[in-house]
């Protein structure tokens, strides 16, 4: 298998490269077109992979991609998830090459969506191209890759419950996270959950002369930064009331369980270029960056913000702010406590809005069942290590949906490494990385065809 | 005489029209063409009008328009000083009306300038204009109109310093202030001081996943709004250490004459359409717009700020400051005070740089001269009432340096309103304003004259 994996080296990096080539940025309109192509290419793939039933259907928003292979209904099923749309590549003055004109330097491939997620899911297309051409495939296959993970997946739900019989599985792996180093694999066993929303506090009808009417009417901007600074007390605590009220709290074995995966904080600071951390008191990063919950302001804007100076005081200050949740945080019980509590703190002299934007659900997954078990055995035999099971940061909304919808538990098995600058300018994906996950995938299907049997 | 003005009623206004199609913004360097456009215009109008010596002087700005009639060396000199620059005009999509395209509606100029200060300041050269045509002028007469006063005057300190000769004068008149209203004139005896600056918040060297790495590092952009919330307490004081020490407090008896003026709160909030007012506890409104200190944010940004959610942790945050100051702050040591309190406030975490844009002083003018006499009889002959003596908010930094290098005072003889939005969308001056001062600045002249007998 490995030997039709060298033989197609070129190709199959080749193939990447043109789908990086595409700006499916999903939260902006004006990519529309792009996200078609890209959706396109993707289902002309899948089905050169030899996959049966490969179609695009339309959703309200970007189109989701299916394709299948049901070699034996007595055999397992596993249904691969990734997403073609990426995240936006602004700001695109920080990149060093531009970021839809992917190029390979030092063995790394830099373009928006290298990793997240075009270089991840694309490894099983080629797994599946690999598996059927070597006659290796040992379990039935399906694949839906969307258009809305960097968006909250919000149509995703719609098209699963509709879906319920064709999307029917007895597992589901994903690669859109990361292991620990390149000698150090891991499987991520739980992801936070996220709410995001756009807040918009308004003073005067209009921008005012900051000299006539400075001191006298409210300031949206200082306004704005007094209600955000409110959010946390002095100890990085999260001040909404009853925020914490469901989170689940690990016990201080779990805790240095955690704690003992590899981490270097000298080798953090330095390659974030910053003198100190900073996060909730009594945490350790490890912890503050996967157990607990945050609340990040993602955007701001308001007055003049253009070249030189202009004394105006503006009529409006925007902010985008997004919370990262843990078990059993729900999103919508954190979006309701958050708009309720922004809104009550606001001063008589603003009107203030709070629009939700998306969310997701936190997640975990038990280390214990035959599907960890699989993809602990094929990373070890292909990485020659066991992996460690470790808690990601990130969110997929998508796997709690899974759960609840589909009745099973997500594996998610990643090949990116920290270093990979995800939602980044120039992010990269490691040509080790895509090629490890190609000869790794084929391995997980061995191992959970003869460990259900 | 206002007979000759009556005749050229249309002339006088459309020559306005034309000045104020030129979009004169000295705070963006791609307008610098037009900056010179409106400086010939000027210079032209002036030399039209009957004046000597008119020329433009460069400088390493933007250039200053000179010209003078002197008709006797024995008579008193009057220099006036007005800006031919004007605000930036965004954000574009709150004008009713392209801002360089004036249009006339219900008796009022809109356009970019109108008031501030094209307006005010061409009503001067159609007064000389109107003397000389009727051998009215009674004094000698200076003219310097300027093009940077938007951005601090920057380069005039250096020219008034090399032209002392030229500029010698027994007073200094101004229009770039406002009256109380139609029927309530009144004159500014007092300016505020202003100090203005650009603060960068650094976190780590790129954008980060606000999953991966939230909660775990410092983001700027929370950190930016904690240190601005930080620089006022509840009562809206400002917490720079010394940040008042200089501060002239007013007697209970100025502070009674100042509250005197007319005022009505409830006229005040509802044409700025808010619930409440704002500001420092235990100062009334006028109070706080005209003898307090203030600190606005007058610009901020960082972070994705467009279409959609990126859940991104950003690499740095933004933020344009400004101080009004009052007697007997200076801008200079305010600058210093903030700048070092604000590096002091900068957690570990992130890095912080402060640049300092430009500065003025504050400015009071006595009641008791001859020159605020003349002013107010020639008000008093015009309206038909006597003006009130006011403070003003705004910032005219001029004047200060005017009294230190020419040894004057200046009378701020404005004919505004403050339904001018000033700095803001929709700018307008009201034809009443614009013909009531080409009317009233040759009483100016007359009494003046007269007084200094």
Same sequence: chains 1, 2.
Wanted: glycine letters at 8%; a negative charge.
């Amino acid at each position: 298998m490995n030997n039709y994996i060298d033989k197609n080296r070129d190709r199959f990096l080749n193939e990447l490269l043109d789908l990086l080539r595409i700006p499916s940025v999903s939260a902006d309109s004006k990519f529309k077109p792009d996200m078609i192509k890209a959706a396109e290419y993707v289902r002309d793939r899948i089905s050169e992979a030899g996959a049966d039933r490969v179609e695009i259907f339309e959703t309200p928003g970007h189109p989701v991609v299916y394709g299948e292979k049901i070699i034996d209904p007595a055999l397992p099923t596993v249904l691969v998830y990734g997403h073609y749309d990426v995240q936006p590549a602004d700001p695109y003055e920080l990149w060093n090459s531009p970021p839809f004109e992917p190029v390979i330097k030092n063995d790394r491939i830099y373009a928006r969506g290298a990793c997240d997620d075009k270089g991840q899911f694309y490894m099983h297309i080629k797994a599946l191209e690999t598996m059927l051409a070597t006659d290796s495939l040992t379990c039935n296959i399906k694949m839906m890759i969307e258009g809305e993970e960097e968006i909250g997946s919000s149509h995703l739900e719609t098209f699963v419950k509709e879906h319920r019989d064709l999307l029917k599985c007895d597992t589901i792996l994903i690669s859109d996270t990361s292991i620990i180093a390149n000698d150090v694999p891991s499987i991520e066993t739980g992801l936070r959950g996220l709410t995001y929303m756009e807040v918009e506090v308004v003073g005067a009808n209009r921008d005012l002369h900051s000299g006539v009417y400075g001191g006298g009417v409210a300031n949206p901007i200082n306004v704005l930064c007094e209600m955000i600074a409110s959010l946390k007390d002095e100890n990085g605590h999260i001040t909404i009331p009853g925020f914490y009220d469901q989170v689940q709290e690990l016990s201080q074995a779990e805790r240095d369980a955690l704690n003992a995966a590899p981490f270097d904080l000298d080798e953090y600071k330095k390659d974030l270029v910053i003198d100190d951390v900073a996060g909730e008191k009594g945490y350790t990063t490890i912890e503050r960056t996967s157990i607990r919950p945050t609340l990040d302001v993602n955007g701001i804007w308001g007055g003049y913000i253009g070249e030189g100076a202009k004394t105006v005081l503006p009529s409006k200050a925007n902010a985008k702010i997004s919370m990262r949740l843990v078990p059993n945080q729900t999103d919508q019980e954190i979006c309701a406590l958050f708009t309720k509590h922004f809104e009550s703190i606001a001063p008589a002299s603003v009107k203030v809005k709070v629009t939700p934007h998306h969310g997701g659900l936190p997640y975990v997954t038990p280390t214990d069942s035959v599907e960890y078990e699989a993809a602990s055995l094929a990373m070890e035999e292909s990485f020659g290590k066991k992996p460690i099971p470790t808690r990601g940061g990130g969110s997929i909304p998508i796997v709690a949906l899974f759960e609840q919808e589909l009745g099973q538990k997500s594996i998610l098995m990643g090949f990116g490494l920290d270093i990979d600058a995800l939602h980044s300018p120039n992010e990269s994906y490691g040509l080790f990385n895509y090629y490890k996950g190609i000869e790794t995938i084929p391995l997980f299907f061995k191992h959970y065809a003869r460990l259900k049997k």
